[in-house]
C-alpha cells in the first residue's frame, strides 16, 4: 500500500510498537467483540467512556479551563501562562451520540501545547435526544461566535476525529452556503464523510479493523439522521461541493473501515482544487492519536498534525478570504 504523506520512517514495513499491538489486541476482543458487534446507544456510550479511561491524560504544562461558547458547554486549553492569539475549534467524535471534552482532553492538549494555540473542545449536543442538524448547527454557532469575537480566519482551524471529522468537513460546507469566513486550516482523523457506507473498505477491512463493526453503522444512522437522504452533503460531504475549502490534512489507519472515507475526501479536495495531505497509518486503530500519553504512534501523529497547523498559521491568508457561495 502506498502511504500518503508519511516519511520514510513510518512505511508499510515499519514494526508496530509493543503499545500498539496490545491497543489492537484490547479493543479487538474487550470492545469489537463484546460492544460494537451488537450495538445500541447505551452500550456505545459505555464503550466510549471506558475507552477514555485506558488514556487518562493532563498534557504536561498545558491548562484547562471550563468555557461556554455560543451558550454551549466547552472546554479551552493552551500552555500553561499563555493567551495565544491562534484557536483550534475542535469536535469530538464519538459517533454522533456520545464523547464529550473529557474524553478528548489528550489530543487537545497536545495540539494546544504544540501549537502554542487556544484548543477549544465544544460539547455540541448528541443524538438521539438531539439529531441532525443539531450538531452542525451547534459547530457553526460556536465557529461564528470565535469569529464574531473578533478572530480571523488566518488565527483560526478547525479539527475532528471521527463523527467530529464528518461535522469538520459538513461545517465547511456549511460555512460555504453562508458565506462566512473560512478558517485557515481544517484536520480530520478517521472521519467518517459517507453514510451511505459505499466505500470498498467498509467490506474489505470488516475483519481487519480491530475496533469498528459494520454492524454498528445502522444504529449509528438511525440514532443521528432518522428518515434523512444519506447523500445529504451535510451528512456525507464527500458528495458535496469542496471548491474552496481551506488546506486540509487527514490522518486514518490503513485497517479501518473507514479508510475509504478519508481517501474519497482526500480525492474529491485535491479535484478541487483544495491542497489536501492524506496520512494512512500503517495498522493504527481508530483515532489512536487519543492514546497518544502511552502509544509511540500517536504521539508521532500529533506531532505531523501541530506541523501542519503551524505552517497553516504561518501562510495565514487563506483563512482571510470569504467562501465563494
Known amino acids: 500500500m502506498r502511504v500518503d504523506g508519511l516519511p520514510g520512517n513510518l512505511s508499510a514495513?515499519?514494526?508496530?510498537?509493543?503499545?500498539?499491538?496490545?491497543?489492537?489486541?484490547?479493543m479487538r476482543y474487550g470492545f469489537k467483540s463484546r460492544v460494537h458487534a451488537s450495538p445500541d446507544i447505551a452500550r456505545i456510550r459505555r464503550s466510549v467512556d471506558r475507552l477514555a479511561r485506558l488514556a487518562p491524560d493532563?498534557?504536561?504544562?498545558?491548562?484547562?479551563?471550563?468555557?461556554?461558547?455560543?451558550?454551549?458547554?466547552?472546554?479551552?486549553?493552551?500552555?500553561?501562562?499563555?493567551?495565544?492569539?491562534r484557536h483550534v475549534l475542535y469536535l469530538h467524535g464519538g459517533a454522533f451520540c456520545c464523547g464529550s471534552p473529557r474524553t478528548h482532553r489528550g489530543i487537545a492538549g497536545r495540539i494546544a501545547r504544540g501549537v502554542d494555540a487556544e484548543v477549544i473542545v465544544l460539547d455540541y449536543r448528541l443524538a438521539p435526544e438531539h439529531p441532525f442538524p443539531a450538531a452542525i448547527e451547534d459547530a457553526a454557532a460556536a465557529y461564528l461566535e470565535l469569529v464574531a469575537r473578533g478572530i480571523d480566519g488566518s488565527r483560526l482551524a478547525i479539527a475532528g476525529d471521527s463523527?467530529?471529522?464528518?461535522?469538520?468537513?459538513?461545517?465547511?460546507?456549511?460555512?460555504?452556503?453562508?458565506?462566512?469566513?473560512?478558517?485557515?486550516?481544517?484536520?480530520?482523523?478517521?472521519?467518517?464523510?459517507?453514510?451511505t457506507a459505499s466505500g470498498d473498505s467498509f467490506r474489505l477491512n470488516a475483519l481487519l479493523d480491530p475496533?469498528?463493526?459494520?454492524?454498528?453503522?445502522?444504529?449509528?444512522?438511525?440514532?443521528?439522521?432518522?428518515?434523512?437522504?444519506?447523500?445529504?452533503?451535510?451528512?456525507?460531504?464527500?458528495?458535496?461541493?469542496?471548491?474552496?475549502?481551506?488546506?486540509?490534512?487527514?490522518?486514518?489507519?490503513?485497517?479501518?473501515?473507514?479508510?475509504?472515507?478519508?481517501?474519497?475526501?482526500?480525492?474529491g479536495l485535491r479535484a478541487a482544487g483544495v491542497p489536501c495531505d492524506l496520512e494512512v497509518w500503517p495498522r493504527m486503530p481508530h483515532v489512536w492519536q487519543a492514546f497518544a500519553s502511552f502509544l509511540?504512534?500517536?504521539?508521532?501523529?500529533?506531532?505531523?498534525?501541530?506541523?501542519?497547523?503551524?505552517?497553516?498559521?504561518?501562510?495565514?491568508?487563506?483563512?482571510?478570504?470569504?467562501?465563494?457561495?
Open 211 to 267: 475496533l469498528l463493526h459494520i454492524r454498528g453503522l445502522p444504529s449509528v444512522v438511525q440514532a443521528y439522521a432518522p428518515g434523512f437522504d444519506a447523500r445529504n452533503p451535510l451528512l456525507s460531504p464527500i458528495f458535496g461541493d469542496l471548491t474552496g475549502l481551506p488546506p486540509t490534512l487527514i490522518q486514518c489507519g490503513s485497517d479501518e473501515i473507514l479508510l475509504d472515507d478519508a481517501r474519497r475526501l482526500h480525492a
Open 58 to 85: 493532563q498534557p504536561f504544562g498545558v491548562a484547562r479551563r471550563p468555557t461556554t461558547l455560543a451558550g454551549l458547554p466547552a472546554e479551552a486549553h493552551a500552555r500553561t501562562g499563555r493567551a495565544p492569539d
Open 163 to 195: 463523527a467530529g471529522g464528518n461535522l469538520v468537513f459538513a461545517l465547511l460546507l456549511k460555512l460555504k452556503e453562508l458565506g462566512a469566513p473560512m478558517p485557515s486550516a481544517a484536520v480530520g482523523l478517521s472521519p467518517f464523510t459517507d453514510f
Open 296 to 325: 509511540p504512534e500517536g504521539r508521532l501523529a500529533i506531532g505531523r498534525i501541530n506541523a501542519f497547523l503551524r505552517d497553516a498559521f504561518k501562510e495565514g491568508g487563506a483563512g482571510q478570504r470569504a467562501a465563494a457561495n
Open 13 to 26: 514495513s515499519r514494526a508496530l510498537s509493543a503499545q500498539a499491538r496490545l491497543l489492537r489486541i484490547v
